[in-house]
């Protein structure tokens, strides 16, 4: 069973800078891609930034120059570097694991506990 342990949220003004980190356990996933999700109070989770098995990442246009997905597999550990942090971004971070090795995942099927992120004005 393939667990993933969000960490590093916070709380930060705006214009700040973060960086979240992902730990996975329960396989290796140097094949696998992963994904950030975020989900606001009253709305619904949405997609934030995906990082293929090849490290080709995919951003939301929402955060796009402004958020930066990576990865280490000798650690199973994937991040994300957010700068410039705006209120707008201020949610619950999860990271997400597909069952399967496709590139760009058309389903997650393993998610974390999830990190708060604030953003004052």
């Known amino acids: 069973q393939v667990q993933l342990v969000e960490s590093g949220g916070g709380l930060v003004p705006a214009g700040g800078s973060l960086r979240l980190s992902c730990a996975a356990s329960?396989?290796?996933?140097?094949?696998?891609?992963m994904g950030w999700f975020r989900q606001a109070p009253g709305k619904e989770r949405e997609f934030v930034a995906v990082?293929?098995?090849?490290?080709?990442?995919y951003y939301a246009d929402s955060v796009k120059g402004r958020f930066a997905m990576s990865r280490d597999n000798a650690k199973n550990t994937v991040y994300l570097q957010m700068n410039n942090l705006k209120p707008e971004d201020t949610a619950v971070y999860y990271c997400?694991?597909?069952?399967?090795?496709?590139?760009?995942?058309?389903?997650?099927?393993?998610w974390g506990q999830g990190t708060q992120v604030t953003v004052s004005s």
């Open positions: 990082i293929t098995w090849r490290s080709s990442t």
């Open positions: 329960g396989r290796t996933f140097s094949n696998y891609a």
């Open positions: 997400a694991a597909p069952r399967n090795t496709e590139q760009v995942p058309s389903q997650y099927d393993y």
